[in-house]
């Protein structure tokens, strides 16, 4: 939540500014396969049903996070950093770099650089940050297959900019844009593999090539997302990034839903799903607390439907993320 918090600091001040992205952890390895803390929570589910043993969700918990830095997979904090890349508030780059690397080094100096350069030229957020970067921002998290939680974050930059960009906007444009990035949790690779191959701008230039970005869009570099990836080589060797052409999916990695349990609108993250209708007996539960409860007492049971309610904006209060 600090990295749309940081862009909504730059958009409101209007000052001359470059956002730059602390990092990713590394991917911890468990009996041979790369894991994140991700792994730990539905650990922690499979522990209570009895099908995994306390002394393995107890070596799964140590071996994690073998390193400082953000989740490893494509959650909130990798998805708001390919956003900022997108949207043009951060360098080429430097969003892709895990946290421990001394390759940061080089993005904190360029992005002291870029800095002086935007006040020469008075380039500032508000000329960076549009309706046409903004729906950039929204198809690179479609197409990663990004956290849900974008779609709150995006409306609420753009309000700091002074532009209306709703919860439809970003639903829209999942239907159009393809999913092509096979990231954690909805595929295989972490962070550290999409920098491996290149970083973001790969991700960004599929895009580009693809027809799927506004290229004309100024970022903080003083040149535009074209120009910036204009030089940019699409690797053929790795499957983590795939072509437009040939995506994981036709369709984003969310959906946006209306009806009788939401009038205004819901969204609901299907990258990676095999199934798209799904009937059971729904469990209510009022809050968070009670929902966990139920699930280490093992009352959860295969085919259940789990709801949770006052948790949102007004019930809880704050809308927290249900991670329990």
Same mark, same amino acid.
């Given at each position: 939540?600090?990295?749309?918090?940081?862009?909504?600091?730059?958009?409101?001040?209007?000052?001359?500014?470059?956002?730059?992205? /602390?990092?990713?952890?590394? %991917?911890?390895? !468990?009996?041979?396969? $790369?894991?994140?803390? *991700?792994?730990?929570? =539905?650990? @922690?589910?499979?522990?209570?049903?009895?099908?995994?043993?306390?002394?393995?969700?107890?070596?799964?918990?140590?071996?994690?996070?073998?390193?400082?830095?953000?989740?490893?997979?494509?959650?909130?904090?990798?998805?708001?950093?390919?956003?900022?890349?997108?949207?043009?508030?951060?360098?080429? /780059?430097?969003?892709?770099? %895990?946290?421990? !690397?001394?390759?940061? $080094?080089?993005?904190? *100096?360029?992005?002291? =650089?870029? @800095?002086?350069?935007?006040?020469?030229?008075?380039?500032?957020?508000?000329?960076?940050?549009?309706?046409?970067?903004?729906?950039?921002?929204?198809?690179?998290?479609?197409?990663?297959?990004?956290?849900?939680?974008?779609?709150?974050?995006?409306?609420?930059?753009?309000?700091?900019?002074?532009?209306?960009?709703?919860?439809?906007?970003?639903?829209?444009?999942?239907?159009?844009?393809?999913?092509?990035?096979?990231?954690?949790?909805?595929?295989?690779?972490?962070?550290?593999?999409?920098?491996?191959?290149?970083?973001?701008?790969?991700?960004?230039?599929?895009?580009?090539?693809?027809?799927?970005?506004?290229?004309?869009?100024?970022?903080?570099?003083?040149?535009?997302?074209?120009?910036?990836?204009?030089?940019?080589?699409?690797?053929?060797?790795?499957?983590?990034?795939?072509?437009?052409?040939?995506?994981?999916?036709?369709?984003?990695?969310?959906?946006?839903?209306?009806?009788?349990?939401?009038?205004?609108?819901?969204?609901?993250?299907?990258?990676?799903?095999?199934?798209?209708?799904?009937?059971?007996?729904?469990?209510?539960?009022?809050?968070?607390?009670?929902?966990?409860?139920?699930?280490?007492?093992?009352?959860?049971?295969?085919?259940?439907?789990?709801?949770?309610?006052?948790?949102?904006?007004?019930?809880?209060?704050?809308?927290?993320?249900?991670?329990?």
């Amino acid at each position: 939540k600090s990295l749309p918090g940081l862009m909504m600091v730059m958009l409101r001040l209007n000052v001359p500014s470059v956002f730059i992205y /602390g990092g990713s952890i590394l %991917p911890g390895n !468990y009996k041979g396969k $790369d894991v994140t803390i *991700v792994d730990v929570f =539905e650990g @922690v589910g499979k522990q209570s049903t009895g099908e995994i043993s306390k002394e393995d969700l107890f070596e799964l918990e140590r071996v994690a996070c073998p390193s400082g830095g953000s989740c490893g997979g494509q959650f909130t904090a990798n998805t708001m950093a390919c956003v900022s890349e997108a949207i043009g508030l951060a360098l080429p /780059g430097s969003a892709g770099t %895990p946290a421990i !690397y001394e390759a940061r $080094d080089k993005f904190a *100096v360029s992005s002291g =650089e870029a @800095v002086m350069n935007l006040l020469e030229k008075n380039i500032r957020p508000r000329d960076i940050v549009t309706k046409k970067s903004l729906e950039n921002a929204a198809v690179i998290v479609a197409a990663s297959g990004g956290s849900t939680n974008a779609a709150l974050h995006l409306p609420a930059i753009a309000n700091e900019a002074g532009i209306k960009f709703t919860l439809e906007d970003v639903t829209n444009i999942s239907k159009k844009t393809p999913y092509i990035a096979d990231l954690k949790p909805s595929g295989k690779y972490v962070a550290k593999d999409l920098y491996e191959i290149g970083g973001v701008p790969i991700l960004i230039k599929a895009l580009l090539e693809g027809g799927f970005l506004h290229e004309d869009c100024m970022t903080v570099s003083g040149k535009t997302i074209g120009e910036n990836h204009k030089n940019v080589v699409f690797p053929s060797n790795q499957k983590v990034i795939y072509k437009t052409s040939k995506p994981l999916s036709p369709r984003g990695g969310f959906v946006g839903l209306k009806g009788n349990l939401a009038p205004d609108g819901a969204i609901v993250k299907v990258a990676g799903m095999k199934r798209r209708k799904f009937k059971g007996k729904a469990k209510c539960f009022d809050g968070e607390p009670l929902a966990l409860k139920a699930v280490l007492e093992r009352k959860i049971k295969p085919g259940d439907v789990i709801v949770i309610r006052y948790e949102g904006p007004k019930g809880s209060p704050g809308m927290p993320e249900m991670l329990s």
